[in-house]
């Protein structure tokens, strides 16, 4: 079984929202950063937003600051996503993952050794 599941993902206008979760199903959740990766075909995983597990610090790729929010509720063993204007250029698969290492700001897919099946997002008129 999958440690951590994904879902949330859909086909949305330019300029709208959407919301992603991630449920440690099969994860402790408890001490583990949480983070939110993306993939578009023929590129490799872009890190595109953490949080710690100690002080919910967290960390944004540049292109998604000021759009899209991270949180986490440690009582639910879930993370969320919420994606507000949306661009085009946000679509891709969107993976949840999850690393024993405290989160940075470079956020890596080589610290992470847990994720999800992913969930697609596209961005679309």
């Known amino acids: 079984p999958l440690p951590v599941v994904e879902s949330g993902g859909g086909l949305v206008q330019p300029g709208g929202s959407l919301s992603l979760s991630c449920t440690a199903a099969?994860?402790?959740?408890?001490?583990?950063?949480m983070a939110w990766f993306r993939q578009v075909p023929g590129k490799g995983r872009e890190g595109v937003s953490s949080i710690n597990w100690s002080d919910s610090t967290t960390y944004y790729t540049d292109s998604v600051k000021g759009r899209f929010t991270i949180s986490r509720d440690n009582t639910k063993k879930t993370v969320y996503l919420q994606m507000n204007s949306l661009k085009p250029e946000d679509t891709a698969m969107y993976y949840c993952?999850?690393?024993?290492?405290?989160?940075?700001?470079?956020?890596?897919?080589?610290?992470?050794?847990?994720w999800g099946q992913g969930t697609q997002v596209t961005v679309s008129s």
């Open positions: 993952a999850a690393s024993p290492f405290r989160a940075r700001s470079n956020i890596s897919a080589r610290d992470f050794a847990y």
């Open positions: 099969n994860l402790t959740f408890e001490g583990y950063t």
